[in-house]
Protein backbone atom coordinates (compact mmCIF):
# COMPACT_ATOMS: atom_id res chain seq x y z
CA UNK A 1 0.00 0.00 0.00
CA UNK A 2 1.50 3.56 -0.92
CA UNK A 3 0.15 6.41 0.77
CA UNK A 4 -0.48 9.59 -1.09
CA UNK A 5 -0.78 13.48 -0.10
CA UNK A 6 1.40 15.12 2.29
CA UNK A 7 4.17 13.26 4.18
CA UNK A 8 4.13 12.31 7.90
CA UNK A 9 6.72 12.70 9.55
CA UNK A 10 7.83 9.37 11.78
CA UNK A 11 10.81 9.54 14.35
CA UNK A 12 13.51 6.99 13.66
CA UNK A 13 14.77 5.99 17.23
CA UNK A 14 18.27 4.14 17.18
CA UNK A 15 19.11 1.51 19.96
CA UNK A 16 21.90 0.16 18.27
CA UNK A 17 24.12 1.01 21.17
CA UNK A 18 21.80 -0.40 24.01
CA UNK A 19 19.34 -2.97 23.18
CA UNK A 20 21.88 -3.74 20.05
CA UNK A 21 24.49 -4.27 22.37
CA UNK A 22 22.39 -7.47 24.05
CA UNK A 23 23.48 -9.48 20.46
CA UNK A 24 25.46 -12.52 21.72
CA UNK A 25 28.97 -11.93 22.08
CA UNK A 26 28.74 -7.88 21.51
CA UNK A 27 30.63 -5.24 23.90
CA UNK A 28 30.91 -2.26 22.49
CA UNK A 29 34.12 0.04 23.78
CA UNK A 30 33.81 3.57 25.26
CA UNK A 31 35.54 4.78 22.34
CA UNK A 32 33.48 2.66 19.81
CA UNK A 33 29.92 3.72 21.52
CA UNK A 34 31.55 7.49 21.40
CA UNK A 35 31.94 7.52 17.53
CA UNK A 36 29.18 5.38 16.96
CA UNK A 37 26.77 8.02 18.30
CA UNK A 38 28.21 10.65 16.69
CA UNK A 39 28.27 9.13 13.79
CA UNK A 40 24.75 8.38 14.01
CA UNK A 41 23.34 11.78 15.41
CA UNK A 42 25.50 14.29 13.52
CA UNK A 43 25.84 11.98 10.10
CA UNK A 44 23.09 9.56 9.64
CA UNK A 45 21.12 12.36 11.29
CA UNK A 46 18.72 9.89 13.44
CA UNK A 47 16.24 11.73 15.70
CA UNK A 48 16.87 9.89 18.71
CA UNK A 49 19.16 7.14 20.10
CA UNK A 50 19.22 5.07 23.43
CA UNK A 51 22.95 4.69 24.20
CA UNK A 52 23.25 2.40 27.38
CA UNK A 53 21.23 0.85 30.54
CA UNK A 54 21.67 2.47 33.77
CA UNK A 55 23.64 1.38 36.62
CA UNK A 56 25.37 -1.16 34.37
CA UNK A 57 29.22 -0.33 34.90
CA UNK A 58 31.43 2.54 35.69
CA UNK A 59 32.83 1.78 32.12
CA UNK A 60 29.54 2.52 30.43
CA UNK A 61 29.04 5.67 33.01
CA UNK A 62 32.14 6.82 31.44
CA UNK A 63 31.27 5.97 27.63
CA UNK A 64 27.38 7.57 28.35
CA UNK A 65 29.06 10.93 30.04
CA UNK A 66 31.44 11.64 27.18
CA UNK A 67 28.73 11.07 24.85
CA UNK A 68 26.46 13.38 26.40
CA UNK A 69 29.19 15.70 27.09
CA UNK A 70 30.04 16.03 23.12
CA UNK A 71 25.91 16.01 22.63
CA UNK A 72 25.73 19.17 24.49
CA UNK A 73 28.23 20.93 23.24
CA UNK A 74 26.54 20.04 19.57
CA UNK A 75 22.71 21.41 20.73
CA UNK A 76 22.03 17.64 20.64
CA UNK A 77 21.54 16.52 24.18
CA UNK A 78 17.88 16.10 24.41
CA UNK A 79 17.95 13.44 21.69
CA UNK A 80 20.76 11.23 24.00
CA UNK A 81 18.55 8.71 26.00
CA UNK A 82 19.27 5.97 28.71
CA UNK A 83 17.02 3.06 29.75
CA UNK A 84 16.06 3.14 33.47
CA UNK A 85 14.28 0.95 35.98
CA UNK A 86 11.77 1.41 38.70
CA UNK A 87 13.80 1.68 41.41
CA UNK A 88 12.96 5.57 42.70
CA UNK A 89 16.18 7.58 42.33
CA UNK A 90 19.12 4.68 41.60
CA UNK A 91 18.85 5.42 37.67
CA UNK A 92 17.90 8.92 37.94
CA UNK A 93 20.79 9.53 39.87
CA UNK A 94 23.09 8.03 37.81
CA UNK A 95 21.54 9.21 34.54
CA UNK A 96 21.85 12.51 36.21
CA UNK A 97 25.20 12.07 37.22
CA UNK A 98 26.49 11.25 33.38
CA UNK A 99 24.96 14.59 32.32
CA UNK A 100 21.46 12.99 30.86
CA UNK A 101 18.37 14.78 30.19
CA UNK A 102 16.54 11.62 29.43
CA UNK A 103 15.17 8.25 30.59
CA UNK A 104 12.99 5.61 29.03
CA UNK A 105 11.86 3.90 32.26
CA UNK A 106 11.21 -0.05 32.16
CA UNK A 107 8.05 -0.88 33.42
CA UNK A 108 6.15 -4.22 32.98
CA UNK A 109 3.02 -3.69 30.06
CA UNK A 110 2.11 -7.42 30.86
CA UNK A 111 0.27 -9.01 33.37
CA UNK A 112 2.00 -11.87 33.63
CA UNK A 113 5.52 -10.40 33.85
CA UNK A 114 3.99 -7.92 36.92
CA UNK A 115 3.14 -10.71 38.60
CA UNK A 116 5.09 -13.45 38.13
CA UNK A 117 8.58 -12.25 37.89
CA UNK A 118 7.73 -8.89 39.99
CA UNK A 119 5.12 -10.36 42.14
CA UNK A 120 3.16 -7.35 42.65
CA UNK A 121 -0.26 -6.00 41.88
CA UNK A 122 -0.80 -3.61 39.14
CA UNK A 123 -1.91 -0.95 41.71
CA UNK A 124 1.17 -1.36 43.43
CA UNK A 125 3.48 -1.69 40.41
CA UNK A 126 1.99 1.60 39.01
CA UNK A 127 2.77 3.26 42.28
CA UNK A 128 6.20 2.12 41.60
CA UNK A 129 6.26 4.01 38.59
CA UNK A 130 4.95 7.25 39.55
CA UNK A 131 7.20 7.48 42.36
CA UNK A 132 10.04 6.87 40.11
CA UNK A 133 8.83 9.46 37.06
CA UNK A 134 7.82 11.99 39.94
CA UNK A 135 11.66 11.92 40.73
CA UNK A 136 13.11 12.28 37.56
CA UNK A 137 10.95 14.77 36.46
CA UNK A 138 11.32 16.97 39.50
CA UNK A 139 15.31 16.28 39.01
CA UNK A 140 14.27 17.92 35.22
CA UNK A 141 14.81 14.56 33.45
CA UNK A 142 12.47 13.95 30.64
CA UNK A 143 11.01 10.56 30.82
CA UNK A 144 9.09 8.06 28.26
CA UNK A 145 8.24 4.13 29.63
CA UNK A 146 8.98 0.92 28.29
CA UNK A 147 5.78 -1.52 28.46
CA UNK A 148 7.79 -4.61 28.26
CA UNK A 149 6.05 -7.51 27.01
CA UNK A 150 3.21 -5.63 25.84
CA UNK A 151 2.27 -7.44 22.77
CA UNK A 152 1.88 -10.97 24.74
CA UNK A 153 -0.10 -8.45 27.51
CA UNK A 154 -2.28 -6.66 24.83
CA UNK A 155 -3.48 -10.46 23.36
CA UNK A 156 -3.86 -12.14 27.62
CA UNK A 157 -5.08 -9.78 29.31
CA UNK A 158 -6.47 -5.74 27.53
CA UNK A 159 -8.03 -4.75 30.71
CA UNK A 160 -4.12 -4.87 32.63
CA UNK A 161 -2.91 -2.50 29.45
CA UNK A 162 -5.48 -0.43 29.76
CA UNK A 163 -6.12 0.28 33.55
CA UNK A 164 -2.18 0.55 33.24
CA UNK A 165 -2.40 3.12 31.05
CA UNK A 166 -5.34 5.14 32.92
CA UNK A 167 -3.33 5.46 35.80
CA UNK A 168 -0.12 6.76 34.05
CA UNK A 169 -1.52 8.83 31.10
CA UNK A 170 -1.77 12.18 32.90
CA UNK A 171 1.97 10.87 35.13
CA UNK A 172 4.11 13.19 32.64
CA UNK A 173 5.25 10.63 30.56
CA UNK A 174 6.14 11.60 27.15
CA UNK A 175 6.41 8.54 24.94
CA UNK A 176 4.91 5.84 25.57
CA UNK A 177 6.89 2.81 23.43
CA UNK A 178 5.18 -0.27 23.00
CA UNK A 179 7.57 -3.17 22.69
CA UNK A 180 6.80 -6.64 21.04
CA UNK A 181 9.44 -7.91 23.04
CA UNK A 182 9.77 -11.67 21.90
CA UNK A 183 9.00 -10.49 17.93
CA UNK A 184 6.03 -12.59 18.19
CA UNK A 185 2.85 -10.34 16.28
CA UNK A 186 2.20 -10.36 12.83
CA UNK A 187 1.28 -7.10 10.32
CA UNK A 188 -2.36 -7.33 11.21
CA UNK A 189 -2.07 -7.84 15.10
CA UNK A 190 -0.06 -4.27 15.09
CA UNK A 191 -2.13 -2.96 13.06
CA UNK A 192 -5.15 -4.08 15.27
CA UNK A 193 -3.41 -3.12 18.23
CA UNK A 194 -2.55 -0.20 17.21
CA UNK A 195 -5.19 1.30 16.18
CA UNK A 196 -7.06 0.25 19.19
CA UNK A 197 -4.58 2.38 21.52
CA UNK A 198 -4.38 5.09 19.29
CA UNK A 199 -8.09 5.68 19.65
CA UNK A 200 -8.87 4.81 23.07
CA UNK A 201 -5.32 7.62 23.93
CA UNK A 202 -5.35 9.70 21.25
CA UNK A 203 -3.29 12.41 22.85
CA UNK A 204 -0.47 10.19 23.84
CA UNK A 205 2.56 9.85 21.78
CA UNK A 206 3.31 6.04 20.98
CA UNK A 207 6.67 4.55 20.31
CA UNK A 208 6.68 0.94 18.36
CA UNK A 209 9.90 -1.34 19.52
CA UNK A 210 10.09 -4.27 17.03
CA UNK A 211 11.93 -7.57 17.51
CA UNK A 212 12.89 -9.75 14.54
CA UNK A 213 11.66 -13.84 15.79
CA UNK A 214 9.40 -14.11 12.84
CA UNK A 215 11.76 -12.31 10.45
CA UNK A 216 8.39 -9.90 10.09
CA UNK A 217 10.31 -6.39 11.92
CA UNK A 218 10.24 -4.25 8.64
CA UNK A 219 6.36 -5.27 7.73
CA UNK A 220 5.16 -4.70 11.63
CA UNK A 221 6.79 -1.38 11.13
CA UNK A 222 5.22 -0.70 8.44
CA UNK A 223 1.93 -1.71 9.80
CA UNK A 224 2.31 0.63 12.99
CA UNK A 225 2.92 3.92 10.88
CA UNK A 226 -0.35 2.66 9.30
CA UNK A 227 -1.79 2.43 12.24
CA UNK A 228 -0.70 6.00 13.50
CA UNK A 229 2.24 5.57 15.50
CA UNK A 230 4.99 8.55 16.14
CA UNK A 231 7.83 6.67 16.16
CA UNK A 232 9.46 3.63 15.70
CA UNK A 233 13.26 1.57 17.02
CA UNK A 234 15.16 0.33 15.14
CA UNK A 235 19.42 -0.88 14.91
CA UNK A 236 21.98 -0.80 12.73
CA UNK A 237 22.33 -4.31 11.34
CA UNK A 238 19.38 -5.93 13.09
CA UNK A 239 21.75 -6.05 15.87
CA UNK A 240 19.73 -7.04 19.00
CA UNK A 241 19.13 -10.13 21.25
CA UNK A 242 18.00 -13.70 19.88
CA UNK A 243 17.06 -12.75 16.03
CA UNK A 244 17.90 -9.20 16.50
CA UNK A 245 15.72 -5.90 16.06
CA UNK A 246 14.47 -3.91 13.27
CA UNK A 247 16.87 -3.00 10.44
CA UNK A 248 17.33 0.63 10.21
CA UNK A 249 18.33 0.70 6.72
CA UNK A 250 15.07 -1.41 5.84
CA UNK A 251 12.71 0.33 7.75
CA UNK A 252 14.12 3.50 6.29
CA UNK A 253 13.92 2.35 2.91
CA UNK A 254 10.47 1.01 3.22
CA UNK A 255 8.40 3.59 4.87
CA UNK A 256 10.05 6.64 2.32
CA UNK A 257 9.37 4.31 -0.33
CA UNK A 258 6.27 2.41 0.40
CA UNK A 259 4.38 4.78 2.93
CA UNK A 260 5.68 8.31 1.37
CA UNK A 261 6.94 9.01 4.94
CA UNK A 262 8.98 11.84 6.11
CA UNK A 263 12.33 10.83 7.73
CA UNK A 264 14.97 13.24 8.67
CA UNK A 265 18.16 10.04 8.22
CA UNK A 266 20.59 11.10 5.27
CA UNK A 267 20.51 7.87 3.25
CA UNK A 268 24.26 8.40 1.91
CA UNK A 269 25.68 7.11 5.42
CA UNK A 270 23.22 3.75 5.61
CA UNK A 271 26.37 1.51 4.45
CA UNK A 272 29.00 3.41 6.18
CA UNK A 273 27.30 2.87 9.27
CA UNK A 274 26.53 -0.08 8.79
CA UNK A 275 30.34 -1.10 7.94
CA UNK A 276 31.32 0.81 11.06
CA UNK A 277 28.62 -1.49 13.41
CA UNK A 278 30.50 -4.46 11.42
CA UNK A 279 33.65 -3.81 12.70
CA UNK A 280 32.95 -2.70 16.32
CA UNK A 281 30.76 -5.77 16.76
CA UNK A 282 32.86 -8.46 14.92
CA UNK A 283 29.16 -9.94 13.34
CA UNK A 284 29.68 -9.59 9.53
CA UNK A 285 26.68 -8.58 7.69
CA UNK A 286 25.20 -11.39 5.56
CA UNK A 287 25.90 -10.66 1.53
CA UNK A 288 22.24 -10.58 0.97
CA UNK A 289 21.08 -8.20 3.97
CA UNK A 290 19.12 -5.55 2.02
CA UNK A 291 20.52 -2.05 1.35
CA UNK A 292 24.10 -2.98 2.94
CA UNK A 293 24.82 -6.58 1.94
CA UNK A 294 28.03 -6.57 -0.46
CA UNK A 295 26.18 -8.92 -3.52
CA UNK A 296 22.41 -7.37 -3.42
CA UNK A 297 23.67 -4.52 -6.28
CA UNK A 298 25.06 -6.94 -8.09
CA UNK A 299 23.48 -8.65 -11.16
CA UNK A 300 24.27 -12.30 -11.79
CA UNK A 301 22.45 -13.30 -15.29
CA UNK A 302 23.41 -11.94 -18.31
CA UNK A 303 20.46 -11.27 -19.78
CA UNK A 304 19.92 -8.82 -16.67
CA UNK A 305 23.18 -7.14 -17.68
CA UNK A 306 21.63 -6.54 -21.07
CA UNK A 307 18.60 -5.25 -20.30
CA UNK A 308 20.54 -2.85 -18.36
CA UNK A 309 22.51 -2.11 -21.32
CA UNK A 310 19.73 -1.26 -23.57
CA UNK A 311 17.96 0.54 -21.53
CA UNK A 312 18.00 0.13 -17.67
CA UNK A 313 15.28 -1.89 -17.88
CA UNK A 314 16.56 -4.22 -14.52
CA UNK A 315 16.89 -0.64 -12.22
CA UNK A 316 14.17 -0.20 -10.14
CA UNK A 317 14.04 2.76 -7.31
CA UNK A 318 15.90 1.40 -5.15
CA UNK A 319 18.78 1.96 -6.49
CA UNK A 320 22.60 1.88 -5.46
CA UNK A 321 23.39 5.73 -6.10
CA UNK A 322 21.23 6.52 -3.32
CA UNK A 323 23.32 4.96 -0.41
CA UNK A 324 26.66 5.75 -1.91
CA UNK A 325 26.90 2.44 -4.10
CA UNK A 326 27.03 1.36 -7.24
CA UNK A 327 25.67 -1.37 -9.73
CA UNK A 328 28.66 -4.01 -10.29
CA UNK A 329 27.46 -7.28 -12.94
CA UNK A 330 29.03 -11.01 -11.42
CA UNK A 331 31.01 -12.47 -13.68
CA UNK A 332 30.93 -16.21 -13.97
CA UNK A 333 28.98 -19.11 -15.59
CA UNK A 334 25.18 -17.02 -16.41
CA UNK A 335 27.64 -14.39 -17.36
CA UNK A 336 26.85 -12.91 -21.02
CA UNK A 337 28.68 -10.75 -23.30
CA UNK A 338 26.36 -7.31 -21.56
CA UNK A 339 28.10 -8.30 -17.69
CA UNK A 340 31.29 -8.52 -19.39
CA UNK A 341 31.00 -5.15 -21.28
CA UNK A 342 29.64 -3.23 -18.23
CA UNK A 343 32.74 -4.69 -16.16
CA UNK A 344 34.81 -3.56 -19.11
CA UNK A 345 33.69 -0.31 -19.20
CA UNK A 346 34.28 -0.24 -15.39
CA UNK A 347 38.00 -0.72 -15.57
CA UNK A 348 38.41 1.09 -18.57
CA UNK A 349 39.15 -1.87 -21.49
CA UNK A 350 38.28 -2.45 -24.65
CA UNK A 351 38.43 -5.23 -26.72
CA UNK A 352 37.78 -6.58 -30.31
CA UNK A 353 34.36 -8.92 -30.52
CA UNK A 354 36.54 -11.75 -31.28
CA UNK A 355 39.05 -11.37 -27.93
CA UNK A 356 35.75 -10.54 -25.67
CA UNK A 357 34.14 -14.04 -27.08
CA UNK A 358 37.87 -15.62 -26.01
CA UNK A 359 37.46 -14.21 -22.85
CA UNK A 360 33.63 -15.09 -22.08
CA UNK A 361 34.29 -18.74 -22.96
CA UNK A 362 37.10 -18.61 -20.54
CA UNK A 363 35.20 -16.87 -17.58
CA UNK A 364 32.63 -19.36 -17.99
CA UNK A 365 34.60 -22.51 -17.67
CA UNK A 366 35.83 -20.71 -14.62
CA UNK A 367 31.99 -20.27 -13.26
CA UNK A 368 31.71 -23.67 -14.16
CA UNK A 369 34.11 -24.88 -11.55
CA UNK A 370 33.06 -22.80 -9.78
CA UNK A 371 35.70 -20.52 -8.64
CA UNK A 372 35.02 -16.68 -7.47
CA UNK A 373 35.42 -14.46 -9.93
CA UNK A 374 35.72 -10.66 -9.08
CA UNK A 375 36.34 -8.04 -11.21
CA UNK A 376 39.85 -7.67 -10.30
CA UNK A 377 40.64 -11.15 -11.52
CA UNK A 378 39.16 -9.73 -15.34
CA UNK A 379 42.41 -8.42 -16.36
CA UNK A 380 44.63 -11.37 -15.47
CA UNK A 381 42.00 -13.39 -17.36
CA UNK A 382 42.62 -11.00 -20.36
CA UNK A 383 46.36 -11.45 -19.68
CA UNK A 384 45.95 -15.20 -19.90
CA UNK A 385 43.62 -15.45 -22.66
CA UNK A 386 45.39 -13.06 -25.13
CA UNK A 387 48.83 -14.15 -23.54
CA UNK A 388 49.43 -10.50 -23.10
CA UNK A 389 52.53 -9.63 -20.73
CA UNK A 390 51.16 -5.96 -19.69
CA UNK A 391 49.91 -7.66 -16.33
CA UNK A 392 52.93 -10.07 -15.87
CA UNK A 393 55.47 -7.76 -14.69
CA UNK A 394 56.24 -9.36 -11.28
CA UNK A 395 56.38 -13.53 -10.89
CA UNK A 396 57.10 -15.87 -8.27
CA UNK A 397 59.57 -18.31 -9.33
CA UNK A 398 60.34 -19.99 -5.90
CA UNK A 399 59.22 -19.69 -1.90
CA UNK A 400 60.24 -21.54 0.86
CA UNK A 401 58.49 -20.57 4.09
CA UNK A 402 59.74 -21.74 7.65
CA UNK A 403 57.48 -21.65 10.62
CA UNK A 404 58.12 -23.27 13.92
CA UNK A 405 56.17 -22.66 17.57
CA UNK A 406 57.27 -19.74 19.62
CA UNK A 407 59.63 -19.22 16.58
CA UNK A 408 59.48 -16.19 14.41
CA UNK A 409 58.91 -17.28 10.37
CA UNK A 410 61.36 -16.92 7.95
CA UNK A 411 61.04 -16.99 3.89
CA UNK A 412 63.50 -17.20 1.27
CA UNK A 413 62.34 -16.03 -1.91
CA UNK A 414 63.25 -16.12 -5.90
CA UNK A 415 61.01 -13.35 -7.85
CA UNK A 416 61.32 -11.88 -12.03
CA UNK A 417 60.10 -8.39 -12.27
CA UNK A 418 60.44 -7.57 -15.71
CA UNK A 419 62.79 -9.84 -16.79
CA UNK A 420 65.18 -9.80 -13.96
CA UNK A 421 65.82 -12.37 -11.43
CA UNK A 422 65.84 -11.30 -7.64
CA UNK A 423 66.22 -13.12 -3.90
CA UNK A 424 65.62 -11.63 -0.84
CA UNK A 425 64.71 -13.08 2.63
CA UNK A 426 62.77 -12.19 5.59
CA UNK A 427 61.27 -13.11 8.67
CA UNK A 428 58.11 -11.78 10.39
CA UNK A 429 54.99 -13.09 12.79
CA UNK A 430 54.13 -15.65 10.80
CA UNK A 431 54.94 -17.16 6.98
CA UNK A 432 52.70 -14.46 5.17
CA UNK A 433 53.99 -11.06 7.46
CA UNK A 434 57.97 -12.84 6.39
CA UNK A 435 56.59 -12.55 3.01
CA UNK A 436 55.98 -9.76 2.67
CA UNK A 437 58.91 -7.93 4.02
CA UNK A 438 60.96 -10.27 2.20
CA UNK A 439 59.09 -8.61 -1.16
CA UNK A 440 59.07 -5.31 0.75
CA UNK A 441 63.32 -5.78 0.01
CA UNK A 442 62.82 -6.40 -3.47
CA UNK A 443 60.09 -3.91 -4.28
CA UNK A 444 62.14 -1.25 -2.55
CA UNK A 445 64.64 0.25 -5.29
CA UNK A 446 61.78 0.61 -7.45
CA UNK A 447 60.49 3.19 -4.85
CA UNK A 448 57.25 0.71 -4.84
CA UNK A 449 55.29 0.80 -1.36
CA UNK A 450 52.59 -2.24 -0.88
CA UNK A 451 49.56 -0.55 -0.44
CA UNK A 452 48.04 -0.99 3.31
CA UNK A 453 45.72 -4.04 4.06
CA UNK A 454 42.37 -3.83 5.10
CA UNK A 455 41.18 -6.89 5.00
CA UNK A 456 42.48 -10.74 5.15
CA UNK A 457 39.93 -13.64 4.66
CA UNK A 458 40.79 -17.04 4.11
CA UNK A 459 37.92 -19.90 3.48
CA UNK A 460 37.61 -23.43 1.88
CA UNK A 461 34.87 -25.08 0.21
CA UNK A 462 31.94 -25.70 2.28
CA UNK A 463 32.05 -29.42 3.51
CA UNK A 464 35.85 -29.39 1.85
CA UNK A 465 38.72 -31.86 2.96
CA UNK A 466 41.72 -30.86 4.83
CA UNK A 467 43.57 -31.34 1.03
CA UNK A 468 40.61 -28.36 -0.24
CA UNK A 469 41.79 -25.67 -2.24
CA UNK A 470 41.88 -22.35 0.11
CA UNK A 471 40.80 -18.91 -1.32
CA UNK A 472 42.28 -15.42 0.21
CA UNK A 473 40.33 -12.51 -0.21
CA UNK A 474 42.98 -9.57 0.55
CA UNK A 475 41.62 -5.87 0.56
CA UNK A 476 43.94 -3.23 -0.31
CA UNK A 477 43.63 0.72 -0.02
CA UNK A 478 45.12 1.73 -3.03
CA UNK A 479 45.16 5.64 -3.34
CA UNK A 480 41.87 6.15 -1.31
CA UNK A 481 40.44 3.23 -3.34
CA UNK A 482 39.44 -0.11 -1.67
CA UNK A 483 40.46 -2.98 -4.20
CA UNK A 484 40.47 -6.92 -3.74
CA UNK A 485 42.69 -9.41 -5.21
CA UNK A 486 42.22 -13.04 -5.05
CA UNK A 487 44.96 -15.72 -4.73
CA UNK A 488 44.02 -20.11 -4.81
CA UNK A 489 46.25 -22.33 -3.59
CA UNK A 490 46.09 -25.75 -1.42
CA UNK A 491 48.46 -23.69 1.40
CA UNK A 492 46.96 -21.11 2.73
CA UNK A 493 50.32 -18.86 3.14
CA UNK A 494 50.64 -19.42 -0.64
CA UNK A 495 46.95 -17.99 -1.33
CA UNK A 496 47.55 -14.73 0.31
CA UNK A 497 50.94 -14.22 -1.50
CA UNK A 498 49.52 -14.90 -4.77
CA UNK A 499 46.82 -12.11 -3.82
CA UNK A 500 49.89 -9.96 -2.59
CA UNK A 501 51.71 -10.38 -6.45
CA UNK A 502 47.85 -9.70 -7.85
CA UNK A 503 47.68 -6.31 -6.49
CA UNK A 504 51.36 -5.34 -7.05
CA UNK A 505 50.90 -6.51 -10.98
CA UNK A 506 48.29 -4.07 -10.89
CA UNK A 507 49.90 -1.17 -9.44
CA UNK A 508 53.03 -1.74 -11.88
CA UNK A 509 50.76 -2.09 -14.63
CA UNK A 510 49.42 1.26 -13.60
CA UNK A 511 52.58 2.87 -13.26
CA UNK A 512 53.34 1.72 -16.78
CA UNK A 513 50.58 2.95 -18.50
CA UNK A 514 51.09 6.43 -17.11
CA UNK A 515 55.19 6.25 -17.79
CA UNK A 516 55.77 6.57 -13.99
CA UNK A 517 58.37 3.74 -14.81
CA UNK A 518 61.61 3.57 -12.16
CA UNK A 519 64.26 1.07 -13.55
CA UNK A 520 65.24 -1.95 -11.50
CA UNK A 521 69.27 -2.26 -10.08
CA UNK A 522 70.70 -5.55 -12.39
CA UNK A 523 70.58 -8.60 -10.49
CA UNK A 524 74.42 -8.38 -11.11
CA UNK A 525 74.52 -5.07 -9.14
CA UNK A 526 74.15 -6.70 -5.82
CA UNK A 527 70.55 -6.84 -5.52
CA UNK A 528 69.74 -8.80 -2.17
Not at 264 to 289: C, T
Not at 457 to 468: D, H, L, S, W
Request: charged share 20%.
Amino acid sequence: MIMRGTPRKVQLMDTTLRDGEQTQGVSYSPEEKVNLAKALLQQLCVDRIEVASARVSEGEKAAVSNIIQWAREHGLGDRIEVLGFVDYNKSVDWIQQTGGQVVNLLTKGSEKHCHEQLNKTLDQHVCEIRRTVDYALAHNLQVNAYLEDWSNGYRDSRDYVFNMMDQLTNSGIRHFMLPDTLGVMSPEEVFDSFSDMSERYPDQLFDFHPHNDYGLATANVMAAVRAGVSSVHCTVNCMGERAGNASLAEIAVVLRDKLAVDLSIDESYIVQLSNMVESFSGKRVPANAPIVGADVFTQTAGIHADGDHKGGLYKTRLCPERFSRSHTYALGKMSGKASLAKNLEALGLSLSEENQQKVLARIVKLGDSKATITPEDLPFIIADVLESKNYHHIKLLNCSVTSGLNLKSTVSISIEVDGETYQAAGSGNGGFDAFMNALNAVMAPMEYVLPALLDYEVRIPRGGNTNALTECVITWSCDGQETKTRGVHSNQVFAGILATLRVVNLQLHERAATGQVVSMPSASDGQA
